[in-house]
């Protein structure tokens, strides 16, 4: 059984930091690209950042380049998304999704519909 858990959300005031998790069960996600994307109200969900499985590279948002960090424990089967210098536009409920299929087109990283498992999503709202 496939499932993803995501937690680390909160209220958190502008300028603040949050480190949101993705645990993994059924699978093992060394062996998966893995990403997080985020949907605040109203809007689509769009990708945040995401982690390859094949040779580590990252890749970010441009909204996000230089304040977030995303990063694997394989011991734990958790990825984690360390999020700095958050902003009241980063308010949004966050998901983790890993691919069924290795990406070959590096658009894909950033696309929802490429992901196969995605989690329950957890919320950040940044506030003062």
């Known amino acids: 059984q496939v499932k993803l858990v995501e937690s680390g959300g909160g209220l958190v005031q502008p300028g603040g930091s949050l480190r949101l998790s993705c645990a993994a069960s059924?699978?093992?996600?060394?062996?998966?690209?893995v990403g997080w994307f985020r949907q605040a109200p109203g809007k689509e969900r769009e990708g945040v950042s995401c982690?390859?499985?094949?040779?580590?590279?990252?890749y970010y948002a441009d909204s996000v380049k230089g304040r977030f960090t995303i990063s694997r424990d394989p011991a734990k089967n958790t990825v984690y998304l360390e999020m700095n210098n958050l902003k009241p536009e980063d308010t949004a409920v966050y998901y983790c999704?890993?691919?069924?299929?290795?990406?070959?087109?590096?658009?894909?990283?950033?696309?929802?519909?490429?992901?196969?498992?995605w989690g329950q999503g957890t919320r950040v709202t940044v506030s003062s």
């Open positions: 999704g890993t691919s069924l299929w290795p990406f070959t087109d590096r658009s894909d990283y950033m696309n929802s519909g490429r992901y196969a498992f």
């Open positions: 059924g699978l093992t996600l060394d062996y998966h690209t």
């Open positions: 982690s390859e499985s094949s040779d580590g590279s990252t």
